[in-house]
């Protein structure tokens, strides 16, 4: 189910293991960018989703006060979601590769669910749904 589209961003949900999956589709503007994460926290909220996939693959590097923001403000959200796993596709820029890093091994607000960085979706789905049936 289709929860939102934009030239930059999917957000979809899969019904049949209630993973919710964000795909990337390049850059926006920081108002977009901040926005889209605001409807990802509110939709594994409301809808208590314990797994999702971030797709990163064409998302460029943040800009410092982008990237700032993510750690300082978003995180904290994100962490308080229900979330069990957490998969991202990453980058193929290195630059925003370096700064999901950062995200992700934050060692002052560790996230509370695991998180694994792949390299293709299929990886990360199989992973959600193997790990959710086991």
């Given at each position: 189910?289709?929860?939102?589209?934009?030239?930059y961003q999917?957000?979809?949900?899969?019904?049949a293991h209630?993973?919710?999956?964000?795909?990337?589709?390049?850059?926006?503007?920081?108002?977009?960018?901040?926005?889209?994460?605001?409807?990802?926290?509110?939709?594994?909220?409301?809808?208590?989703?314990?797994?999702?996939?971030?797709?990163?693959?064409?998302?460029?590097?943040?800009?410092?006060?982008?990237?700032?923001?993510?750690?300082?403000?978003?995180?904290?959200?994100?962490?308080?979601?229900?979330?069990?796993?957490?998969?991202?596709?990453?980058?193929?820029?290195?630059?925003?590769?370096?700064?999901?890093?950062?995200?992700?091994?934050?060692?002052?607000?560790?996230?509370?669910?695991?998180?694994?960085?792949?390299?293709?979706?299929?990886?990360?789905?199989?992973?959600?749904?193997?790990?959710?049936?086991?």
């Amino acid at each position: 189910m289709v929860l939102f589209e934009a030239p930059y961003q999917h957000l979809e949900l899969y019904t049949a293991h209630n993973v919710l999956v964000s795909q990337w589709y390049g850059g926006c503007t920081s108002a977009q960018y901040r926005e889209a994460l605001k409807r990802f926290i509110h939709y594994v909220d409301t809808r208590n989703i314990q797994y999702a996939i971030s797709d990163r693959r064409m998302l460029p590097p943040l800009s410092d006060e982008d990237a700032r923001w993510t750690v300082e403000v978003f995180l904290e959200s994100f962490r308080k979601l229900p979330l069990q796993r957490f998969a991202i596709i990453k980058s193929f820029s290195s630059s925003a590769g370096k700064q999901l890093q950062h995200f992700i091994r934050n060692k002052e607000q560790p996230l509370p669910f695991e998180a694994r960085v792949f390299e293709d979706l299929t990886s990360a789905y199989d992973w959600l749904t193997a790990t959710k049936a086991v």
